[in-house]
């Protein structure tokens, strides 16, 4: 079952391989364009609502590849955008990313 982040938002549709391909590409292009217009950091957007944060959630992550199930699964695709990203950018400048945590219902002892 697909489900949308909030009913305002549209169901997700698993992307196929030549999709994150360019999605991969579109993020390295902005990262490229953040350079030539001189900023100092990039920040890659992993916060809820977001396509990498539907990647690394687990209740929203429904896969059956190589990129859901485990979490060391569910984060190889925004890992693999971040390396994109990093290859591109200075390495005298920072790169951040943000993300979204909930600690769920942890049992007590």
Known sequence: MKLAYSAENQVPVALDRAAMDRIRDDFVEATRRAEAAGFDMVEF??????????????????????????????????????RAMRAVWPKNKPMSVRISAHAGSAKKA
């Open 45 to 82: 957007h992993c916060g809820h609502g977001y396509l990498m944060s539907g990647f690394i959630s687990p209740t929203q992550n429904k896969r059956t590849d190589d990129y859901g199930g485990s979490l060391e699964n569910r984060l190889r695709y925004p890992i693999e955008v971040f």
